[in-house]
């Protein structure tokens, strides 16, 4: 491998360049997995948790193989990720997240083997979208969430409400803020950024991407911004950072927001730090358009060229089976992003039905070569979204998802 080549991928994330984990392999071994194998996996993960788990499977997939895997939890994914291939020692697997995967993609960085895997086809389609490139499934989806509204039942049963009163549509959820907002709570929160916002841009009907047409500065679009601006505006919507929370699920925990809009990441959080909270999760209230979420994911990266490719995919195919996926699940609350499993977590976790029954409406965010950039400079506009006509938010994320989408397709 050229570090020129990594350098390059580096650059196209937008990342930091330094030195971090390493990787090696030894040669030796027979059969279809080699031993003796040194791997290094650096993962995103959400807490102690998940790190604990993936190190028990990764322990576990070692111990019947004979080989031997670090896992890596960064502090910053993406960065460290980027320091990996610039400095020419990428590690051998990592977490490669949605909204960096077709720009190392279309880098050729890394490894197409997606399609190698035994349990290729057991992929729920959608995700296998996700992590597809040129036609071509890459990686594999090491699991899935979907959004779905989380409602404090103290809060829900003080207001006098009722489960015939869980909002289904946007009018509904908007009486049901107003109803939960008092002066110590909110009625409604969630963070301010186009991976929340974005879901009540498609439940109005718009896209940013139609086609090869950018249309992020339409009518459609300004609609759902103009809706939570109504929810601002009534003091029903207030955002983490106006709560004194680093997140919804904070400002749920602590009672500052009766109502948070989050994935099944919610149900590890409360279970360890608010063990009291009282709570339910049910899909997302429909918009004009209909209903929709966003369904986020990891796929399990490889770098192009690997020296460990062989038992690098036999580690993946061991993640990804049901039974581990499943053991994930229990663990850190993700949903298994095979077919076979993630009906499985449905009749496990019923409590977290509605997240998978999200998916018929899921869509993946999006997630262009480039696209990254634009969305970030987005989110940072959305900090105005309480006083900002929706044209001066929608029209430079216009102007610069075009931009990105040029240089990607030029």
Request: glycine letters at 10%; one cysteine or more.
């Amino acid at each position: 491998m050229r570090t020129s080549q990594w350098s390059a991928a580096a650059l196209a994330a937008g990342l930091v360049v330094t030195l971090a984990a390493c990787a090696s392999a030894d040669e030796g071994g027979d059969g279809d997995v080699q031993t003796g194998q040194e791997l290094t996996m650096l993962i995103g993960s959400s807490g102690d948790a998940e790190t604990t788990a993936v190190q028990a499977a990764a322990d576990a997939w070692a111990a019947e193989t004979g080989n031997t895997v670090e896992v890596i939890a960064a502090n910053d994914l993406v960065q460290q990720l980027g320091q990996g291939f610039s400095g020419n020692n990428p590690p051998d697997i990592f977490y490669m997240p949605w909204d960096q995967f077709q720009t190392y993609a279309a880098q050729g960085f890394i490894e197409p083997y997606a399609d190698e895997l035994s349990n290729a086809g057991d992929f729920l389609p959608a995700l296998a979208e996700q992590f597809s490139y040129d036609g071509e499934f890459y990686c594999a989806p090491k699991d899935f969430s979907t959004l779905g509204l989380q409602i404090n039942l103290d809060a829900w049963e003080a207001a006098g409400l009722t489960d015939a009163d869980i909002p289904t549509d946007w009018d509904q959820l908007a009486d049901v803020a107003q109803a939960l907002t008092t002066d110590d709570q909110v009625g409604l929160s969630m963070g301010r950024e186009y991976a929340r916002v974005g879901v009540f841009m498609n439940q109005a009907g718009g896209l940013l991407v139609d086609g090869d047409t950018i249309a992020a500065d339409s009518p459609e679009n300004a609609e759902a911004l103009e809706y939570l601006q109504g929810l601002i505006a009534d003091g029903s919507l207030k955002f983490p950072q106006e709560l004194e929370a680093g997140w919804g699920g904070e400002a749920f925990g602590l009672g500052k927001a009766a109502m948070v809009i989050e994935g099944p990441w919610i149900n590890g959080a409360m279970a360890n730090d608010f063990p009291d909270r009282r709570f339910v999760s049910v899909e997302l209230p429909a918009g004009p358009a209909g209903p929709s979420t966003f369904a986020f994911s990891n796929c399990w990266g490889m770098p192009v060229g690997s020296e460990t490719k062989d038992a690098t995919l036999d580690l993946i195919e061991f993640l990804t089976s049901d039974e581990q996926q499943l053991a994930f699940a229990e663990a850190f609350g993700v949903i298994p992003s095979t077919e076979s499993g993630s009906a499985a977590y449905a009749e496990q976790f019923p409590e977290n039905a509605a997240f998978v029954a999200g998916v018929a409406s899921a869509t993946s965010p999006v997630g262009f070569q480039g696209a990254a950039a634009a969305l970030a400079d987005f989110n940072v506009q959305l900090e105005q979204i309480g006083s900002a006509d929706p044209s001066a938010l929608l029209g430079p994320l216009q102007t610069n998802l075009q931009a990105a989408f040029d240089e990607a397709n030029g």
